[in-house]
T-cell receptor, first 113, second 113 residues
Framework: KAGVTQTPRYLIKTRGQQVTLSCSPISGHRSVSWYQQTPGQGLQFLFEYFSETQRNKGNFPGRFSGRQFSNSRSEMNVSTLELGDSALYLC????????????FGPGTRLTVT | DQQVKQNSPSLSVQEGRISILNCDYTNSMFDYFLWYKKYPAEGPTFLISISSIKDKNEDGRFTVFLNKSAKHLSLHIVPSQPGDSAVYFCAASVPSGTYKYIFGTGTRLKVLA
């Protein structure tokens, strides 16, 4: 069974631009969560989607948004990029919302210059 | 405000000895705890979990202990192997239907051969 895939793996953007990251969950998984990982901050929860609906949202500004499609694939968008947005963005899928075990993708490394 | 804390950013242990990774939390409402392991350039992988109704869970070489009164959990790896060298994250689950996961900042374990 294929794992969680994220595209692109690496991305370089400049301040003020916007970016869209993509995540394809494990086949059959309906829940997708997004996390931001920065040095010293660990993994910080961005949001969770289940059945195309946002179930939960972390403490991030409105510049961070996401959506989920009917095939459970999810996208995350960051508008008006700031230098502090440079991070590893991880997507995790699970069978259902609230399921204990999440399977993570390899992440997208975003660098904002 | 870091609700889940891993105060040791790094730990070195000799092969064959015990590795003990610690995690403290502040929210007494957390009811489920997980440990993830992360290798470079890969997403975190689920290792072991424990419910707040238990104080110990064992899976092979990995044991997680939970001390609710102290709001402390630990991961024991016995015996430690060089392949265990990775960053370990503890995470806590928030109940009441939201099921978002709050991660610690991680501990880098290095097992010396």
């Amino acid at each position: 069974k294929a794992g969680v895939t994220q595209t692109p793996r690496y991305l370089i953007k400049t301040r003020g631009q916007q970016v869209t990251l993509s995540c394809s969950p494990i086949s059959g998984h309906r829940s997708v969560s997004w996390y931001q990982q920065t040095p010293g901050q660990g993994l910080q929860f961005l949001f969770e989607y289940f059945s195309e609906t946002q179930r939960n949202k972390g403490n991030f500004p409105g510049r961070f948004s996401g959506r989920q499609f009917s095939n459970s694939r999810s996208e995350m968008n960051v508008s008006t990029l700031e230098l502090g947005d440079s991070a590893l963005y991880l997507c995790a899928s699970s069978l259902n919302a609230g399921t204990d075990e999440q399977y993570f993708g390899p992440g997208t490394r975003l660098t904002v210059t | 405000d870091q609700q889940v804390k891993q105060n040791s950013p790094s730990l070195s242990v000799q092969e064959g000895r015990i590795s003990i990774l610690n995690c403290d939390y502040t929210n007494s409402m957390f009811d489920y705890f997980l440990w993830y392991k992360k290798y470079p350039a890969e997403g975190p992988t689920f290792l072991i979990s424990i419910s707040s109704i238990k104080d110990k869970n064992e899976d092979g070489r990995f044991t997680v202990f939970l001390n609710k009164s102290a709001k402390h959990l630990s991961l024991h790896i016995v015996p430690s192997q060089p392949g265990d060298s990775a960053v370990y994250f503890c995470a806590a689950s928030v109940p009441s239907g939201t099921y978002k996961y709050i991660f610690g900042t991680g501990t880098r374990l290095k097992v010396l051969a």
